[in-house]
């Protein structure tokens, strides 16, 4: 995916996680092109403890890729069902953060789980919404740049939108043109599909006047 508009300027990145591995080579990835990684710190099981888990890969991801001069971002895979276990996942995360630096934002990413026993089933939009705001203030009050990831159908029927327009917005869409998302003037554009689970996509800013 490509910006003509030369209002706008793009970088080219990728999103890991333990789902690619444990040795991912980094300088390979910074020749390639990949100039920003999005890194997952690590989600919220889905069954009815939700336990929250450290992604066993973040440590090592995050440390290799700015050994690489790579430019870094993360992001949490939530499935909070309340603002309480929203502000959890929030602090769960700066503590794995403890401190360390992100040049990209850091992001709320809930998806829907159609398995059975999903403990997000029915969760209703205002709630939603609510835990969305709710982490993406809390990491913006440690000092990180919020944003909000979501796809046509859970941006267009499960967000309140118009109550997340304080944020950039990662908008995930396996095409090379994209068929909706945020009109915001920055945050991650659609992506398209490298394999299984990798994606990669190009950040989009508005350029200062």
């Given amino acids: 995916m490509y910006y003509n508009d030369p209002a706008y300027s793009t970088a080219l990145g990728v999103d890991v996680s333990s789902y690619q591995g444990e040795e991912i080579d980094w300088a390979k990835v910074a ?62 995360v700066l503590q794995a953060l403890a401190g360390q630096a992100l040049d990209y934002p850091l992001v709320y990413d809930w998806e829907v789980i159609s398995a059975d026993g999903a403990r997000t089933k029915g969760l209703d939009n205002t709630t939603l919404t609510d835990c969305a705001i709710t982490f993406c203030e809390s990491v913006r009050m440690a000092g990180y740049t919020p944003m909000v990831y979501y796809n046509l159908p859970v941006g267009y029927l499960h967000y309140q939108l118009d109550r997340l327009t304080a944020y950039d917005v ?40």
């Fill in 31 to 92: 020749a390639s092109g990949i100039e920003f990684v999005m890194i997952r710190v690590g989600y919220r099981g889905y069954g009815t403890e939700g336990t929250l888990n450290l992604d066993s890969c973040f440590q090592k991801n995050l440390a290799g890729a700015k050994a690489a001069g790579l430019k870094v971002g993360a992001y949490f895979f939530s499935q909070a069902i309340n603002t309480a276990e929203a502000a959890q996942e929030a602090q769960f």
């Fill in 170 to 209: 990662w908008f995930a869409q396996y095409a090379s043109m994209p068929s909706g998302g945020s009109s915001d003037s920055s945050g991650i554009g659609p992506g398209k599909n490298l394999g299984k689970t990798r994606q990669t996509g190009r950040s989009v800013n508005k350029k200062p006047p």
